[in-house]
């Protein structure tokens, strides 16, 4: 009798110490997206994510050298016409132009422009020597701008720039770069009188380059069999008509 326990706690004892081995090397299932477990303070980091999340986005930069020397010039150039795409009345100012007679056209109200824009053919294809005809749609230009018996009629009036836009340079921030498309944000600048700031106070504040938000704007260039055109289009001088 003796004999027998001997044997069965041996036996208990053997099968605990199989049931604690198990245990001891039971596989673990991962834990979702791959990660290992790991203790609390020594956490791995999280792998498998896209390199787009895992990157940090590229800083603003003070000027468009991201950008070809074609590109920058057609940009130059998009930029050049804002005061009269806003106002195309203003398009009378421009060198080598004037003012001719007035229009009704559909109810509204257009100035015929003469001198150097006044044949409206010749125009419309300088402004798709700088816009893709999409853009143009997008800045209502053949609202803006109407023929009349081959003549360039400019609507008169449109909204003025933003008061609060700021005297500090706008910055850049390129998103895409390729061979058939550049996209980037240009970065505008705004300030507001405070409450308690005089007006000498705010005047001296914004001609030092201050500021107190941004609006961030997208502009995109595309290369067409022509060369490279701007494709989308805005102005941080005029928010609120591009």
């Known amino acids: ?18 049931f604690l081995y198990s245990l001891a090397t039971v596989e673990l299932p991962e834990m979702e997206g791959g990660a290992s477990s790991q203790a609390y303070g020594d956490v791995a980091p999280i792998q498998g994510l896209p390199e787009s999340a895992s990157s940090a986005p590229a800083e603003p930069a003070a000027d468009l050298s991201f950008l070809s020397e074609e590109q920058q010039n057609v940009f130059a150039r998009a930029q050049e016409t804002v005061t ?38 010749d125009f419309r294809a300088r402004m798709l020597g700088i816009f893709t005809e999409s853009c143009l749609e997008q800045l209502d230009f053949d609202q803006r701008f ?61 001609a030092d380059g201050g500021f107190d938000s941004t609006r961030e704007f997208t502009i995109r260039l595309v290369n067409t069999e022509n060369g490279w055109r701007v494709d989308e289009f805005h102005s941080p001088l005029y928010p609120y008509t591009f």
């Open 84 to 121: 009269w795409l806003a106002d195309p009345s203003n398009l009378m100012n421009r060198e080598g132009n004037a003012a001719g007679g007035e229009v009704q056209l559909e109810g509204q109200s257009y100035l015929l422009i003469t001198g150097e824009d006044e044949n409206y053919d």
């Open 146 to 206: 109407r023929p009349v018996d081959g003549k360039l009629a400019a609507l008169a009036g449109g909204l003025g720039g933003a008061i609060d836009y700021a005297e500090c340079p706008d910055a850049y921030r390129l998103e895409s770069a390729g061979d058939d498309a550049v996209t980037f944000t240009l970065i505008g600048h705004y300030i507001e009188q405070g409450a308690e700031e005089t007006d000498t106070e705010f005047l001296t504040r914004r």
């Open 1 to 18: 009798m003796k004999k027998f326990l001997l044997v069965l706690a041996a036996a208990v004892l053997a099968a605990a110490a199989f």
